[in-house]
């Protein structure tokens, strides 16, 4: 129920001048004199669940604190209203900064939003509910209740403190949502950039995400949109809710819309009874112990605990662009919808009022909340003019004009490339417009939102760098400001002054943007006398640049301090329409109508890129690197680690890539480290050392090699330790994929054969070179020739002659080729020989949580073939390892090895373990006699499956053979066997044959 128009302050002047009891809808103070007597009391009683809100209309900055709102018992005509209403000792609730009082003294610490924080166009709200309690509203949102048992004839209260120096009450339909059944949760969050808070209201039983949320989350888009801010440094504490109970059969479904590959698992989806302001939210929504069911994977959990496993669906196999739906039904069943099939029931039981939870949990990184029937539908408001549509209040007739895909590392971009949102810090937040602007054509924002945390300001303006020749997005490599960027010729406003290409060419230019502030609109045109012209608030200021290039010029902004949001208000031409089209909600790369879009090159194919003249360093490093020179000097500033380098540009095939080493620090000991990753630096955070790339990563250390962090080579050449200052390191990856080492321009062979390495990331085109620039003396007494001659090559293709022993039994086997990996170089033999080339350890963890197993030495491991969605939801990375013993004529009578279920041997259970020490025992893995067929010599074989084993899927006892010496070192004879019953909960993995 609304404010009635009736609903009025009633003037009461607190100081000069006698009491009237005039009615206005406004009241103002004088704030320049005074920071308080500010006090107005509405014109009558609240009836129940009466909203009564009013909107700011005037700050000054020479106070502190704001705005207060509450109730009073008091009848205004009979008060002697004090300085300010925290003052008053009976019959009165406030709202205070983001506090609530009863009676003057603090009943609620962080209860709200801020009212220290608002601006002029917020507002405020006050309501008592039917059953005594009384909730605030701040911009439209419902802060939950604030107090119990308040008297039913209570009149409103404003104090105009501090700050806020004029007021209105809002009594229209437009400025404000009807209040929902439950009184904990407001209606959508409406600032004042919001289109909501101008196109017309929103419909009541929208849903939305609720401004509480985890830590890492953010939500924009008017409550639609959530993502996980600093996503490739945090997985968790990013949970959601959605505003509201969802109403039976009711469907809530979001659309992922960004993804990283950075981390294991992906989203999680379910339903709570807990109440969004009673909801300490935690890392992750599975470690909520009660009154909560989310879907996890395919295993559905019940406050915390796994109720079923093999649902439908795989939350861990969805991509972007795929759909996940939730609905209670009548009965209380919930359903998940995947894409808009119905999964089946879930779960059963559930109590009447629940809400949607989303958990953007390890991969999943945004999401938006669809319409809740047909196709996506990202329109806010009950208006017909939408973001999908039409910008609001767009100045000229035409097509939306959009956003480049291309933009700073940490912008993202909202509404079909509408609007730019910076997520982090203040810098980095370059954006471009889709295309290049023609002459007098108008690319205008509108400022949606700011943080008054950091100085500065938009900056805008014209470019000639065209956005389609970047690298692929994010740009961790582009400028983190706009007057930096310099590689090609730049107009831009700063403040009040105008550069190119950073240097100053007027001051004192029109309105300066510092002042800008929510609402606002500024544009940039190129007119047709080649000069360049910013408007502010559809005023023009005149020409601020000339001799602007007449072609391929693009409009540029920088999100910077300040500005964190903005959304475009402008339209092209009608005669571009074409080129605008907007581009497809499950397009991640390029517009349709994007004719410079650089395709994704497949593996395998050759790189095409030009090699670029001079090679620098990326922006992006560990944070005690200081670049210089262009890039083209890296110091380390303080410590002995975080000194990762990455070079900007890829290491082109034959492209040797060489650097100097110009200054050693005597405090520390050890030195540099170099050597390729096979994957883009843009997703990759910066660990300590070099020594911790785990993934698609070969390095030169001292004066071994080493591969995703194991040593896998020693005495490789020359001691990395022992370079002094002026030696000059190269590296180079050869026509074959191998790759070399440069010692001051002498190549030192071969260090790695590409080919022979088990886990490939990446192809030659995508490595790029890196540096760890952890640099020491010699230590002292050491003369060690730098350079080194390699010894004769090995051949690479040489086969061992035990693998091929066990090969050629696994061919009597008869099992089908289907069964088996194409790729042979993930067969591995683990006789002595082999392993102690490679390096490898007995033992490693894997898994979640991490769980010991060890390598089956003497064994022969040939892979089998995996179903792709596996691969893709990184099963197994988080499954733990484990071996199963069988017969030799077991092979034949299993499922198919990509089937994810458990071996298919005619007993209730399956028995594991982690090490091939007890699961290759003559019990379980029995001997079989065979003849080689190329030497005819007569062999004994065992058979056994290494097997990736869900967590919590088995059960770990004791092992069942008697013994009482210990099986393995590693574990206890008490941990040594696991039990699993679960169809569904092991996966094949590889097959294992010994051959005496």
Partial sequence: MLAGPGQLFLSLQTRRGPTDCSSTPTVA???????????????????????????????????????????TTHNPAYLQLPSTMTNLRSGTWMMTGNGVMHNGTTILDEYGHNLDRLKAGDTVGVVRKEDGSLHFFVNGVAQG?????????????????????????????????????????????????????VGGACTTNDLRFHHLHGTNAVITNGGRTALRQNCRSEFNDAIVISNRCLRDGELFEIIIQKMVDRWSGSIEAGVTAIRPD??????????????????????????????????????????????????????????????????????????????????????????????????????????????????????????????????????????????????GGYAHG??????????????????????????????IGLTTLAPPELPSCPLSGLSPSLPQLRTKVTWLLCGSEVRRNGVLQRQNYGCSLDRLTVGNRVGVKRCSDDTMHIFIDGEDMGPAATAVAKQNV??????????????????????????????????????????????????????????????????????????????????????????????????????????????????????????????????????????????????????????????????????????????????????????????????????????????????NGETRCQGDMEKADMVDGIKESVCWTPPPEINPNKTCEYQALCSRFKDLLTLPDGYFDEDAKYNLCYCESCHKLRGDEAYY??????????????????????????????????WHIAYHGTSAEGPNGYSEPEENSAPGREVPKVRLSPTMRYSGMELFAPKVQFQDPRSHRSHQAQVGFQVCVRPGSYKVGPQTLGHSEPLDPRFSNSEIEWITKEQGGTLLYGLLIRVE
Wanted: proline share 6%; charged share 20%; glycine share 8%.
């Fill in 554 to 763: 693009y409009a540029v902004l920088d999100l910077y301090g300040r500005i964190t949001a903005v959304s475009i208000v402008s339209s092209s031409l009608i005669e571009d329409m074409e080129s605008v089209k907007a581009p497809s909600l499950s397009s991640d790369s390029c517009s349709e109508g994007e004719e410079d879009c650089t395709p994704v090159r497949e593996a395998g194919t050759e790189p095409c890129a030009l090699v670029p003249t001079v090679m620098a360093f990326l922006e992006n490093h560990g944070k005690n690197i200081q670049l210089s020179n262009q890039n083209l000097t890296a110091a380390r500033v303080s410590s002995y680690n975080q000194g990762l380098l990455v070079t900007a540009q890829p290491l082109a095939c034959q492209q040797l890539f060489q650097f100097q080493i110009d200054r050693l620090n005597p405090s520390w000991t050890s030195s540099l480290s170099l050597g390729v990753i096979g994957h883009s630096p843009d997703r990759l955070n910066f660990p300590s050392t070099a020594c911790c790339l785990k993934r698609s990563a070969w390095l030169l250390q001292r004066d071994s090699i080493f591969h995703n962090s194991l040593k896998i080579c020693e005495n490789y050449g020359p001691n990395l330790d022992t370079c002094p200052e002026g030696t000059v390191l190269g590296l180079l990856v050869d026509a074959s994929s191998c790759l070399h080492l440069y010692v001051n321009g002498m190549d030192q062979g071969v260090t790695i054969v590409k080919d022979s390495v088990p886990a490939v990331g990446g192809e």
């Fill in 430 to 459: 370059i954006v471009f417009s889709a295309k290049e602007l023609k002459a007098d054509e108008l690319f205008e924002v509108r400022i949606d939102e700011v943080d008054e945390q950091w100085c500065g300001s938009l900056h």
């Fill in 278 to 423: 009673e909801l300490e939210f935690p890392n992750t929504m599975t470690d909520i112990d009660y009154d909560t069911w989310m879907l996890s994977g395919t295993a559905i959990m019940q406050d915390g605990n796994t109720m079923r496993n093999n649902y439908g669906c795989d939350l861990d196999s969805l991509t972007t662009g795929s759909r996940i739906g939730m609905m209670r039904s009548a009965s209380g069943d919930l359903h998940y919808y995947i894409n808009g099939v119905d999964q089946g029931v879930a779960c059963t039981g559930l109590p009447s009022e629940v809400y949607a939870v989303i958990d953007l949990y390890g991969q999943c990184v945004q999401v938006s909340i669809t319409s809740s029937s047909g196709p996506l539908d990202n329109s806010l408001c009950t208006s017909n003019i939408t973001e999908k549509s039409f910008p609001i209040h767009s100045p000229v007739a035409g097509v939306a004009h959009r956003l480049h895909i291309k933009h700073g590392k940490n912008v993202v971009l909202l509404g079909d490339g509408c609007q730019g949102v910076r997520v």
């Fill in 145 to 197: 209740p604030a107090a119990w048992n308040i008297p039913p004839s209570v009149y409103a209260v404003v104090d105009l403190y501090g700050q806020a120096a004029q007021a209105t009450i809002m009594d229209d339909m437009v400025d404000f949502l009807p209040l929902p059944e439950d009184s904990s949760e407001g209606p959508t969050a409406m600032s004042p950039g919001s289109p909501c808070s």
């Fill in 845 to 878: 963890k894997r898994g979640e949580p991490p769980r010991d197993y060890a390598l089956p030495f003497g064994w022969c491991r040939f892979a089998l073939r995996i179903k792709p969605h596996c691969e893709v939801s990184n099963a197994l990375k988080k």
């Fill in 29 to 71: 103070r004088s704030a320049t004199d005074d920071f308080n007597h500010g006090v107005v009391l509405s014109s009558r009683p609240l009836r129940s669940n009466e909203v009564f809100q009013v909107r700011i209309d005037k700050m000054v900055d020479k106070w502190a604190g704001s705005i207060e709102i509450g109730v």
